[in-house]
C-alpha cells in the first residue's frame, strides 16, 4: 500500500542518516581533539579516573621543581664541605710545621689565621636561595618534598626527604680546655689518679726541670706503662717528655721537649682520658719526630685499656735516654669538644708556644673528621634527591603514558573510520533523495 501521508523508507532513511551524521561527528571530533574520550559522557568511569591521573601528573610536576632545588641547595653546600676540608688539610700542614723545632711560629701563625679566615668565607657564601645549610643558624633539617602516595581508598599523602644541617661555622663559641691549678694532697692521692710503671706522681707546685725532676725515664727500646686511675670533672693530666729527638726546619734534627695536657669533663671515664693522651703523643711523633725514631705510644685492651705505653724506639735505634714527667692537679676546665658544635675551635688554635702547637694537632684531626662527615652526609642526601628526582620524571611519563592509552584515539582508525563514513553519509542521503521521491508515482495514478 501506498501513502502520500507515511513514508516509511524515507523515515528509514532519516534515521540512517542521522546515525551516520552523529557518528560521522563523533569521529570528526576524535580527530580535532586527538582523544576518544573527552569528556564525561563519553565514558564517565574512565574520564574520572584519567582526571585523577593528570592531577597526580600535575603534583609530581611539582615534586620534580622541589627535588630539583632540593638538589642545587645540597650539593653547594656538599661542595662547601668540601672546600673547607680542603682548607682545613692546608691548615693541618702549617700546624705539623709547627711542630717542628727552630720554626718562625708567628709567621705560621699568620697563615692559620688568614685560613680560618678563608674557611669562614665560604660557609657565608654557601647558600641557595637564602637557604645555608652550615652555617649552623638552625639545627632543623631542611624537608624536601620527595613524592606523592595515593592509597587504596584515593587518600593521598606526601613524603620528604630530610636533609641534616651540618655546623661548620668558625663563629660557634668554642672553649679552650684551661688546666687546673691546684694539687693534690699528697703523693700518694696523685699517683691513685695517674701513675707511671713504679713512678710516683708529682703532686706538689714544682714545674718540670730537666733531669732534675723525672718520674720515669725511657731509656733507647725502652718503654714506660701509665695508668689513669681515676677520673673527675676538671682532672687535668699532664705528660712532659724530654729529650726526644724532633725534626727542625731546616731538615735536620734536635733534642725537643713537649708537653701533653688533657683535661677530663664530667662525661669523661678512664679510658676517655687514656685514649686522648694516646692519640696527643702518637699525633705529635707522627707530625714531629723522623719514622727512624721510632716513637711510638699504645693503649692497652680489655682489662688494660686505662693505661697506654710509651715506646722509645726499637733495636735498630739509638735514642736518647727520654725523661718523663707526669703530674696530676684538679680544678681545670673540660674545653669544647672539638668533634661537635662547629669549626668554632679553630679561634682557639695557637702555635705560638710548645703546648699550643700539640693541643693543636690534636684538634685539627677532629675538625677535618667533621667537615668530612659533613660532606659525606650531604654527598649523601644529594645522591638519594638524584635517584628519586630520576625516578619521579619516570613515573610522570609512565602515567602520561597510562592516560593516554585510556583516552587518547587511534588516529589510524579514526581516519579509515571518516572516509568509510562519509561515503554512508553520501549514501544515505542518495537514499533519502529516493525515498522522498516515492509518492510522485502516486499522481499517475490520477491521471
Known amino acids: 500500500m501506498s501513502s502520500i501521508l507515511t513514508n516509511n523508507s524515507a523515515m528509514v532513511a532519516l534515521q540512517t542518516l542521522k546515525n551516520i551524521n552523529g557518528d560521522l561527528s563523533k569521529t570528526q571530533s576524535m580527530i580535532s581533539t586527538g582523544k576518544e574520550i573527552s569528556s564525561a559522557k563519553d565514558n564517565a568511569s574512565v574520564w574520572a579516573i584519567s582526571k585523577v591521573m593528570e592531577s597526580d601528573v600535575k603534583g609530581f610536576k611539582a615534586i620534580s621543581d622541589s627535588l630539583s632545588i632540593g638538589e642545587a641547595t645540597v650539593s653547594v653546600a656538599r661542595q662547601a664541605s668540601e672546600t673547607i676540608t680542603d682548607l682545613l688539610t692546608d691548615m693541618k700542614g702549617k700546624i705539623v710545621a709547627a711542630q717542628e723545632e727552630n720554626v718562625d711560629r708567628s709567621k705560621i701563625q699568620t697563615d692559620i689565621s688568614a685560613l680560618t679566615d678563608q674557611i669562614n668565607s665560604v660557609v657565608n657564601a654557601a647558600q641557595f636561595n637564602g637557604l645555608n645549610l652550615v652555617n649552623g643558624s638552625s639545627t632543623d633539617p631542611m624537608s624536601v618534598l620527595s613524592s606523592l602516595d595515593r592509597n587504596s581508598n584515593g587518600t593521598v599523602s606526601s613524603s620528604s626527604i630530610d636533609v641534616s644541617r651540618q655546623n661548620l661555622s668558625v663563629t660557634t663559641p668554642a672553649s679552650a680546655q684551661v688546666a687546673g691549678t691546684t694539687d693534690l694532697a699528697s703523693v700518694a692521692a696523685?699517683?691513685?689518679?695517674?701513675?707511671?710503671?713504679?713512678?710516683?706522681?708529682?703532686?706538689?707546685?714544682?714545674?718540670?726541670?730537666?733531669?732534675t725532676n723525672d718520674t720515669e725515664t725511657i731509656a733507647n727500646n725502652g718503654s714506660a706503662t701509665f695508668t689513669v686511675g681515676a677520673v673527675a670533672d676538671g682532672?687535668?693530666?699532664?705528660?712532659?717528655?724530654?729529650d726526644v729527638t724532633v725534626n727542625t726546619a731546616d731538615g735536620g734534627t734536635a733534642q725537643g721537649q713537649r708537653t701533653f695536657e688533657y683535661v677530663a669533663s664530667a662525661g669523661d671515664g678512664t679510658q676517655d682520658v687514656t685514649r686522648a693522651l694516646t692519640n696527643q703523643m702518637n699525633a705529635f711523633f707522627g707530625?714531629?719526630?723522623?719514622s727512624t725514631s721510632e716513637y711510638s705510644v699504645a693503649q692497652g685492651t680489655g682489662a688494660n685499656s686505662i693505661q697506654f705505653t710509651i715506646t722509645n724506639g726499637s733495636g735498630a735505634t739509638t735514642n736518647n735516654t727520654i725523661g718523663v714527667f707526669a703530674r696530676v692537679q684538679t680544678d681545670g676546665t673540660a674545653g669544647s669538644d672539638t668533634s661537635t658544635g662547629g669549626l668554632g675551635a679553630l679561634q682557639n688554635i695557637d702555635v705560638m708556644s710548645n703546648s699550643g702547637a700539640t693541643a693543636a694537632l690534636t684538634a685539627i684531626d677532629g675538625l677535618i673528621g667533621q667537615s668530612i662527615d659533613a660532606a659525606a652526609?650531604?654527598?649523601?642526601?644529594?645522591?638519594?634527591?638524584?635517584?628519586?628526582?630520576?625516578?619521579?620524571?619516570?613515573?610522570?611519563?609512565?602515567?602520561?603514558?597510562?592516560?593516554?592509552?585510556m583516552v587518547d584515539a587511534d588516529m589510524e582508525e579514526a581516519s579509515a573510520r571518516l572516509q568509510a563514513l562519509q561515503v554512508q553519509q553520501q549514501l544515505g542521503i542518495q537514499s533519502l533523495s529516493i525515498a522522498n521521491q516515492a509518492p510522485q508515482s502516486i499522481l499517475s495514478l490520477f491521471r
Open 190 to 211: 696523685a699517683s691513685a689518679i695517674f701513675q707511671g710503671t713504679g713512678a710516683n706522681t708529682i703532686a706538689d707546685d714544682t714545674a718540670y726541670v730537666a733531669g
Open 287 to 290: 707530625a714531629a719526630t723522623g
Open 377 to 405: 652526609a650531604f654527598g649523601s642526601a644529594q645522591g638519594r634527591i638524584e635517584t628519586q628526582s630520576d625516578f619521579v620524571g619516570k613515573l610522570s611519563d609512565s602515567l602520561k603514558s597510562g592516560i593516554g592509552s
Open 235 to 242: 682532672n687535668t693530666y699532664q705528660i712532659v717528655l724530654d
